[in-house]
């Protein structure tokens, strides 16, 4: 579904933010990335639908981004950004409109959707959340947990294959984060997410790639890399503890 070849990228600033990074991942799969603060972990997810941009895409060229058969240029940002949905960390980075009707709709009908069709993904998707009650309020007047499920209302309502999250459990109470972790469980398509939250990776992903220093240093299961203390170490993590328990009690 995602393929990543050879992609180094520096910032203006002068900052190199990732290293011939290479990696794919496959339709329907759930993959964290997972490394310490400014690994470039934000970075890479960001190549997956065009905000940042990729090197010009040609069939000799060494770096490029694709989605499914597609690479991601300039030319194919609007297929691109429908098929795949980026959830930002904060909100307040997404949510814009006065009402939490016109924020769900504002995607679809951006894809040209009719006007029917819209109410339709907007009744449902809120419903999906479990936001249908706050139809005409303000997003401004919800908590940080709610906010958040408006945002996923309005990219379900876009129907992608792809969710990309930027720490989606940050500033979430234990409820709220609850309440997310179900709704993520429910998206039927492919799910990439960059987080700190290690108990979530486990209860929600099945792959690990760990990212450090702009480069992909390690890939595999969520058990294996998780509770491996060398690779966690070498990369400025720490074993869960629910990890850290089970290997206890094999042993």
Same mark, same amino acid.
């Given at each position: 579904m995602i393929e990543i070849r050879n992609l180094s990228f520096r910032y203006p600033s002068g900052q190199l933010a990732l290293q011939e990074v290479s990696l794919t991942i496959r339709e329907k799969e759930r993959t964290a990335l997972v490394g310490p603060s400014g690994a470039g972990k934000s970075t890479l997810l960001? *190549?997956?639908?065009?905000?940042l941009p990729t090197?010009?895409?040609? &069939?000799q060229s060494r770096a490029a981004v694709f989605v499914g058969n597609s690479p991601v240029v300039k030319s194919t940002l609007r297929d691109i950004r429908r098929r795949v949905a980026f959830l930002f960390q904060d909100?307040?980075? $997404?949510?814009f409109c006065p009402t939490v009707r016109e924020d769900v709709a504002f995607g679809p009908l951006n894809l040209g959707l009719g006007r029917d069709e819209v109410q339709h993904r907007v009744d449902r998707c809120l419903e999906a959340v479990g936001m249908s009650d706050c139809l005409n309020r303000n997003p401004s007047e919800l908590s940080t947990g709610e #906010?958040? #499920?408006?945002?996923? %209302?309005?990219?379900?309502?876009c129907e992608p294959d792809v969710l990309v999250l930027d720490e989606p459990t940050s500033n979430l109470d234990p409820r709220a984060r609850s309440t997310l972790l179900g709704i993520l469980r429910s998206f039927p398509g492919?799910? /990439?997410? %960059?987080?700190?939250?290690?108990?979530? +990776?486990?209860?929600?992903c099945e792959r690990v790639l +760990?990212?450090?220093?702009?480069?992909? $240093? %390690?890939?595999?299961? /969520? &058990?294996?890399?998780?509770?491996?203390?060398?690779?966690?170490?070498? *990369?400025?993590?720490e074993v869960p503890w629910r990890l850290r328990k089970e290997r206890v009690m094999m042993t």
């Open positions: 960001m *190549h997956c639908n065009g905000l090197p010009s895409f040609t &069939e909100p307040d980075d $997404q949510l #906010r958040k #499920r408006i945002c996923l %209302a309005g990219l379900f309502a492919t799910l /990439v997410m %960059a987080t700190h939250d290690l108990d979530f +990776v486990i209860d929600l +760990v990212l450090d220093r702009g480069k992909l $240093q %390690a890939d595999g299961s /969520v &058990e294996r890399i998780l509770s491996d203390p060398l690779i966690m170490d070498r *990369h400025g993590l």
